[in-house]
């Protein structure tokens, strides 16, 4: 252990399991120095997401410790801290694992040319992805546009296999100071949902495999005929460990995987486009990095989307109180838990790009705000699918009725009743967590009386399908 040591430049993949940077890193024959950077990128996440992200810190300075080591906490400019700290403890060599967006990409470019030039290794590894970017590509040499050709050429292509967590991280004879992680109030933007949203998540790499467990263990059978249903526990719950690398996309492929050779069939398969749905999001972020800001269909560029986030609608949108059940109870579920079903987030979306006719970017960066599980790549595609802005071949005519949705997938009313508190004689605790977990100055009380519809729902659809057809003939 007389080698200068390694520093392990921990970003999105909070845990120690097949993480091949810590892998490399634990086998170069150097003590590790295992780091977190609260970085520009890190400070100007949501609220919700930066809390989350804390929680995961957290459970996985805890983890590293099992092993003998310690995460090594620091605040500032990213090439800033790593330049301090490899004169503090004269390291030679610095590991991370790659992350796509545009400005993570422009970051880490830079600090690993500057690294290089000072004769440091750097070593960057996979991780965040069953397959990187730019090896996926059309016959042609380009890249897909569309999800099923994009499935159709990854679903049989190798995916890496799994790799244990090291017995040990070995240790430097000493280490460098470190910050506090409660002195940088990750969770201070939450402010009176810091106090609920700990009730509906439990952090950490541990936590993501018993999820992933149970999961496999029930309900991947019924996976593709259950889970559009918001109210029922069919899915796996594991987008907020993924979004931070809790969990590698390598090992939920494999697990299902054998999960349909057992017998898991159509569910299995299923559960595995979804998790390729994500892939695909990311192939087109490296692609089309504009997708993040812009409309991806440049033709959409010039529709007269309302722009105005404070529009009494569609602050009626963002605090759950549009009169239409369905999408309130989405958008309590999301504020109080950090999450919201999928059918429910694309009835949400279409509601406000379509209903009420508003830019799908006021959506995507409530989203951000809100969402634990938040992914810079999946985000914005969602977002865009559902506006008809993004990958899509016809999309003006989708729009989803809220109303038929909630008959179609809350036959029982059993999610609306879980999340909407008003005219409920006992609402549940998820409703009245609400009420708690929103601002004071929003003024609200379960005892409300339930709001009546800020647009009526054939109003909005014809407005909507007119609005499209106007823009069609005249562009």
Not at 61 to 82: C, F, N, P, T, Y
Not at 420 to 444: C, H, I, K, M, T
């Amino acid at each position: 252990m007389g080698e200068r040591p390694a520093i392990l430049w921990l970003r999105r993949d909070l845990r120690l399991a097949d993480h091949p940077a810590l892998t490399a890193a634990c086998a170069s024959g150097r003590a590790v120095i295992p780091l977190f950077i609260l970085d520009d990128q890190v400070e100007t996440l949501g609220a919700a997401a930066k809390w989350r992200l804390g929680q995961g810190i957290s459970s996985l300075s805890q983890a590293i410790e099992e092993k003998g080591s310690h995460l090594i906490l620091r605040r500032g400019a990213a090439a800033d801290v790593l330049t301090r700290l490899i004169a503090e403890t004269g390291a030679a060599a610095v590991y991370w694992s790659r992350l796509y967006d545009p400005a993570a990409r422009a970051r880490d470019g830079a600090i690993e040319a500057d690294l290089k030039a000072r004769g440091l290794e750097v070593g960057t590894f996979p991780g965040a992805l069953l397959f990187e970017p730019g090896m996926v590509q059309t016959g042609t040499g380009g890249f897909y546009r569309v999800f099923t050709p994009y499935w159709k050429s990854v679903r049989d292509r190798r995916v890496d296999p799994l790799v244990p967590a090291p017995a040990r991280i070995p240790a430097p004879a000493s280490w460098p100071a470190s910050d506090r992680l409660d002195d940088w109030a990750l969770g201070a933007a939450l402010r009176r949902g810091a106090a609920v949203l700990p009730r509906y998540t439990e952090a950490g790499e541990a936590a993501a495999l018993a999820r992933l467990d149970v999961f496999l263990a029930g309900a991947i059978a019924d996976y593709q005929a259950e889970r559009d249903y918001p109210a029922r526990a069919a899915t796996s719950g594991l987008s907020e460990a993924l979004a931070i690398g809790e969990i590698a996309p390598h090992r939920i492929w494999h697990a299902a995987q054998h999960a349909r050779e057992r017998g898991a069939g159509d569910g299995a398969e299923t559960f595995l486009k979804e998790l390729v749905w994500r892939e695909f999001a990311y192939h087109l972020m490296v692609h089309t990095p504009h997708i993040l800001t812009r409309n991806w269909r440049e033709e959409w560029d010039s529709f007269p989307w309302n722009e105005d986030a404070q529009d009494l609608r569609v602050i009626a949108w963002t605090r759950g109180r549009t009169g239409v059940p369905f999408v309130d109870a989405a958008m309590r579920e999301l504020y109080v838990t950090g999450r919201m079903h999928n059918r429910a987030r694309m009835v949400v979306a279409s509601y406000l790009t379509k209903h009420l006719l508003t830019h799908w970017r006021i959506g995507m960066e409530w989203f951000a705000d809100c969402l634990t599980d938040w992914d810079p790549a999946s985000n914005a595609m969602g977002w865009q699918w559902c506006a008809g802005s993004g990958p899509d071949a016809a999309p003006y005519f989708r729009i989803f009725n809220p109303e038929t949705q909630r008959k179609t997938y809350d036959p029982q009313g059993a999610y609306v009743q879980a999340w909407v508190a008003e005219g409920q004689r006992n609402p549940p605790q998820g409703a009245l967590d609400y009420f708690d977990a929103v601002p004071l100055s929003w003024r609200l009380a379960p005892s409300d009386l339930y709001p009546a519809p800020v647009v009526g729902l054939a109003e909005g659809r014809q407005r909507a399908l007119a609005a499209y057809e106007s823009y069609r003939s005249e562009s």
